[in-house]
């Protein structure tokens, strides 16, 4: 499985935010994007999975699902943790599984390796910022997909939870699958390569359109 | 369809919990149908004549409440990027998404239409007929409310948006809706006719409403 996008260019509310940015990723590996505060990382991450509209060049999947769109192949971490506050841990969990297509209805294995297995009933109403960020975590493990986008993963994390996010990212890479990840500090992942996008120089429209 | 049937059970209990929609249409229906008969008085033929059109305009509004929550929630919090990482079509998300918005918004409104009936001096048969019309138009409101509701879902405070938005499409749903309980009980024109054209205005609805809703989602998504 290969991941890679060629030339890629994002435009928001008229600005143009990166340009010319291409990568290639293959299964087992992970890919760091770093940068300052609006350089584009998220919204990097945000036309991977399908959800903002490509301004210019391409992704393209080799070995995946030729049916399924990259997003449809791909878990999604974003800022938000898609989480119900009125509905329980469990409840929350069960649903995105369900609704992602996992193939067994267990949800106490993915919970007790994020920890919350003992909070199973509770309403996500009163878990904390770090705990929500768990159980998003946990939608990853407890639906199988090859590719995870992960926009700060750490953030909220303790530094237990991120060893532990840490370990979980490493199997997912062992078992082929490939990661995405915006970040801005290490995330201590041995091998993972990085991409920076403040070092990419924007396309200078002015002299374009001059020549 | 495994994903679709998780969509149902999660919106359906997220509705009739704490800070849910479900019981507040169905309050706000009670409310509004109760003052009536306060503020025009005790005219029993009065409140017989226009009773139907009393509760249809109530169950109207009652249903736009919850709506405007419906995809904004969803958008707010995430679960609406990760809905377009699924694998169920779009289209049918939004469909039953507004099934689930119907069975626990407007069955509530057909089970309590007939006891506000009884206060609106309605006898047996027109509160049989009403409860009739509710039951085949209530769908068509929800439905494209759909529209509405994902039209304005990137909006802070959306909902007067969407009341804008989604009355004008609802008034053939009311005119129809009230004119074939008004037929059940006066006359002259059969119940059949604006009863048959309800229910192609709600068949219509079904079909039309996921549809647009999906596109303005997927629109505004960015």
Redesign the interface.
């Known amino acids: 499985m290969r991941l890679s996008a060629f030339d890629l260019a994002c435009r928001r509310g008229g600005r143009d935010v990166f340009g010319g940015i291409g990568f290639a990723v293959a299964g087992g590996e992970g890919l760091m994007v770093a940068g300052p505060n609006g350089s584009g990382k998220s919204s990097l991450l945000?036309m991977v999975?399908?959800?903002?509209?490509i301004a210019a060049g391409r992704i393209a999947l080799e070995g995946g699902d030729s049916e399924?769109t990259v997003?449809?192949q791909?878990?999604?971490l974003?800022?938000?943790?898609?989480?119900?506050?009125?509905?329980s841990v469990g409840?929350n969990l069960?649903?995105?599984s369900?609704?992602?297509?996992a193939d067994s209805a267990d949800i106490g294995g993915p919970l007790a390796a994020v920890g919350l297995d003992s909070l199973v009933d509770l309403p996500a109403a009163y878990l904390s910022a770090g705990q929500r960020r768990r159980l998003s975590i946990a939608r990853l493990l407890a639906v199988k997909r090859p590719i995870w986008l992960l926009d700060e993963p750490t953030s909220a994390l303790d530094t237990a939870a991120q060893e532990g996010l840490r370990d979980i990212m490493r199997v997912h890479l062992a078992g082929g699958g490939l990661i995405l990840a915006a970040t801005h500090g290490p995330i201590g992942l041995d091998g993972a390569r990085e991409l920076r996008l403040d070092r990419v120089p924007l396309p200078l429209k002015e002299t374009a359109e001059q020549q | 369809m495994?994903?679709l049937?998780?969509?149902l059970?999660?919106d359906m209990?997220?509705a009739v919990?704490?800070?849910?929609g479900a019981l507040m249409g169905v309050l706000f229906f009670l409310v509004v149908a109760t003052l009536v008969p306060f503020a025009l008085g005790p005219d029993l033929a009065l409140l017989q004549r226009i009773g139907p059109a009393i509760l249809w305009l109530a169950a109207l509004l009652a249903s736009l409440l919850a709506l405007d929550r419906l995809f904004a929630a969803d958008h707010?919090?995430?679960?609406l990027?990760?809905?377009?990482?699924?694998?169920?079509p779009l289209e049918l998300v939004v469909l039953v998404k507004g099934i689930a918005h119907w069975l626990t918004t407007g069955v509530p409104l057909i089970i309590a239409a007939p006891l506000i009936g009884l206060m609106l001096n309605l006898d047996a048969q027109a509160a049989g007929a009403l409860v009739l019309t509710l039951l085949v138009g209530t769908p068509a409101l929800t439905f494209i409310g759909l529209i509405g509701a994902a039209l304005a879902v990137t909006l802070r405070r959306g909902g007067l948006l969407l009341a804008v938005l989604v009355l004008p499409l609802a008034v053939p749903v009311l005119i129809f809706g009230v004119a074939a309980a008004n037929a059940a009980v006066t006359g002259p024109v059969p119940f059949g006719t604006p009863f048959t054209i309800l229910c192609a205005l709600t068949l219509a609805s079904l079909v039309v409403g996921p549809f647009a809703a999906a596109a303005a989602l997927r629109q505004e998504?960015?």
């Not at chain 1, 974003?78 to 509905?87: M, N, T, W």
């Not at chain 2, 919990?17 to 849910?20: L, M, P, Q, T």
């Not at chain 2, 707010?76 to 679960?79: C, I, P, Y």
């Not at chain 2, 990027?81 to 169920?88: N, V």
Request: glycine letters at 18%; zero cysteines; charged letters at 25%.
């Open positions: 945000r999975a399908g959800l903002l509209r399924l997003g449809e791909a878990h999604y974003g800022h938000q943790d898609a989480l119900k506050a009125s509905l409840e069960r649903f995105w369900g609704f992602l297509g | 495994n994903a049937g998780a969509v059970v999660r209990r997220i919990r704490v800070g849910g707010e919090d995430g679960s990027d990760l809905i377009l990482t699924g694998r169920a998504i960015e």
